[in-house]
């Protein structure tokens, strides 16, 4: 009976092991086979790519020599109707002087006949024959020649060729053309943010000198890539993205002193879960753009006005947001921009409890009381960013109910021009999510949010 249980425990023991082989056996054959479909994605990339340099160097370069043939061509005819046009205009006058010599010699064939045979005439005759003769001869003027241009003076035709051509071009046509096995630059991040995806990119070549970046994206299910952004940063925040959507991102940059483009980079998919910021419509005094990202402070309610809030609490802890000022009007102390915990009504400012907020004079204010600290003025062109996270979380309940009020901090860095605040805002209850807002007293302000 022992024995029974003993083998029946190694049987048990054997069956486990044998599971744990199989179950190891199929995760290493799940990692091959994904491994052996990355390596089908490699070798597709190299191929692809490969076939369509083909096809781009063959249309350049036929497309190269049907150009350089037609101007080629182009050249000899002008210089070839050049030739024609002084072989002509030479040609012409020699003509004429020809046509007035073989004139004078004929006229003095004629001559010279009358003459001979004036003289082999009879002797009645002899004497007016010889009169008639010498009465012509006196009148053609036989002492006068045309004349004739020496050959120094008529034109000799040449060709004028430079040989520097024949040695340049080649040269040239040696450089014309690279083949690269990686595009000078890549996408290194893609970050979703509310309504967009952050692009960072870096250079990968390093004898690759950049003067521009040129970053492009397009839809999944669409064919043609948009310009997205142009310039010498290496980040681009592309916003009004659909959300939940694939999107394809691809990078390439401009040479320093160079006028073509480099071969883009090998595109990104990159989407965005997150919903995007959107200010809250039917607030009088505030005006919004057709994606209500952006609020301008309409002169309806001068000399007063409440606060402008986010439509949701769409601001997570981790994220950056930030207020960009687009257009500016006459400032006030009540004026500000800022993150809080709730949306209330009936306040007139942001510079209250449950919030933090910059003035538009850079006055910082912590739950509606202001901190030593100054940022710079708020005025058009400003960016000023909200950086938060949490720092811990100090439930009063002995239940360590989130929902119980306690302390909750939170680290907060708020950046305007080229300085920056940090502070830790305390609460009294956890939140997930943060509203956003603004509040100006007068007309003139537009924001942008994202």
């Known amino acids: 009976m022992r024995k029974s249980t003993r083998m029946s425990i190694e049987a048990e023991a054997l069956l486990q092991e044998a599971k744990e082989s199989i179950e190891a056996a199929q995760n290493y054959r799940s990692e091959l086979q994904q491994r052996l479909h990355g390596l089908s994605q490699a070798r597709k990339q190299v191929r692809g790519s490969a076939s369509q340099t083909r096809e781009t160097l063959q249309r350049h370069f036929q497309d190269l020599q049907t150009t350089v043939s037609r101007l080629l061509t182009e050249r000899l005819n002008i210089l070839l109707q050049e030739v024609d046009s002084i072989e002509l205009e030479s040609v012409s006058p020699l003509d004429d002087c020809q046509k007035l010599i073989e004139h004078g010699i004929s006229t003095a064939d004629e001559l010279l006949r009358e003459g001979e045979a004036a003289i082999r005439c009879g002797v009645n005759e002899k004497e007016d024959k010889l009169g008639s003769f010498t009465k012509k001869a006196l009148q053609i003027q036989l002492d006068s020649l045309p004349e004739v241009p020496a050959l120094v003076d008529v034109p000799c035709l040449s060709a004028q060729l430079d040989d520097s051509l024949m040695h340049t071009f080649p040269t040239q046509v040696a450089r014309h053309g690279s083949v690269a096995s990686y595009p000078p630059v890549q996408i290194e991040e893609l970050v979703e943010r509310p309504g967009g995806v952050l692009v960072r990119w870096c250079k990968v070549d390093e004898d690759?000198?950049?003067?521009?970046?040129?970053?492009?994206?397009?839809?999944?299910?669409?064919?043609?890539?948009?310009?997205?952004?142009?310039?010498?940063?290496?980040?681009?925040?592309?916003?009004?993205?659909?959300?939940?959507?694939?999107?394809?991102?691809?990078?390439?940059?401009?040479?320093?002193?160079?006028?073509?483009?480099?071969?883009?980079?090998?595109?990104?998919?990159?989407?965005?879960?997150?919903?995007?910021?959107?200010?809250?419509?039917?607030?009088?005094?505030?005006?919004?753009?057709?994606?209500?990202?952006?609020?301008?402070?309409?002169?309806?309610?001068?000399?007063?006005?409440?606060?402008?809030?986010?439509?949701?609490?769409?601001?997570?802890?981790?994220?950056?947001?930030?207020?960009?000022?687009?257009?500016?009007?006459?400032?006030?102390?009540?004026?500000?921009?800022?993150?809080?915990?709730?949306?209330?009504?009936?306040?007139?400012?942001?510079?209250?409890?449950?919030?933090?907020?910059?003035?538009?004079?850079?006055?910082?204010?912590?739950?509606?009381?202001?901190?030593?600290?100054?940022?710079?003025?708020?005025?058009?062109?400003?960016?000023?960013?909200?950086?938060?996270?949490?720092?811990?979380?100090?439930?009063?309940?002995?239940?360590?109910?989130?929902?119980?009020?306690?302390?909750?901090?939170?680290?907060?860095?708020?950046?305007s021009g080229n300085r920056e605040v940090v502070f830790d805002w305390m609460l009294d209850q956890v939140v997930d999510s943060l509203f956003f807002g603004c509040s100006f007293t007068h007309p003139g302000w537009k924001v942008l949010v994202f």
């Open 208 to 415: 690759f000198t950049p003067q521009d970046y040129r970053l492009q994206y397009r839809r999944g299910n669409s064919s043609q890539y948009e310009d997205a952004y142009i310039g010498k940063d290496t980040e681009f925040l592309v916003l009004q993205l659909d959300p939940h959507m694939d999107h394809l991102f691809r990078v390439c940059a401009r040479g320093e002193g160079r006028t073509e483009w480099s071969p883009w980079s090998i595109p990104q998919t990159g989407y965005t879960t997150l919903a995007p910021h959107e200010w809250r419509s039917g607030v009088d005094g505030y005006i919004l753009s057709s994606r209500k990202n952006i609020t301008m402070r309409s002169d309806s309610s001068p000399g007063h006005g409440g606060v402008l809030y986010s439509n949701s609490p769409t601001y997570f802890c981790g994220q950056t947001l930030t207020f960009k000022i687009t257009a500016a009007g006459p400032t006030d102390k009540h004026d500000s921009l800022g993150v809080c915990a709730d949306s209330r009504t009936g306040t007139d400012s942001l510079q209250r409890d449950q919030a933090v907020c910059i003035s538009t004079h850079g006055a910082v204010f912590v739950n509606g009381k202001e901190m030593t600290n100054q940022l710079p003025a708020v005025t058009v062109g400003s960016s000023v960013t909200f950086d938060m996270e949490v720092v811990n979380i100090f439930p009063v309940s002995n239940n360590n109910n989130p929902n119980d009020k306690g302390n909750f901090k939170l680290r907060v860095t708020i950046g």
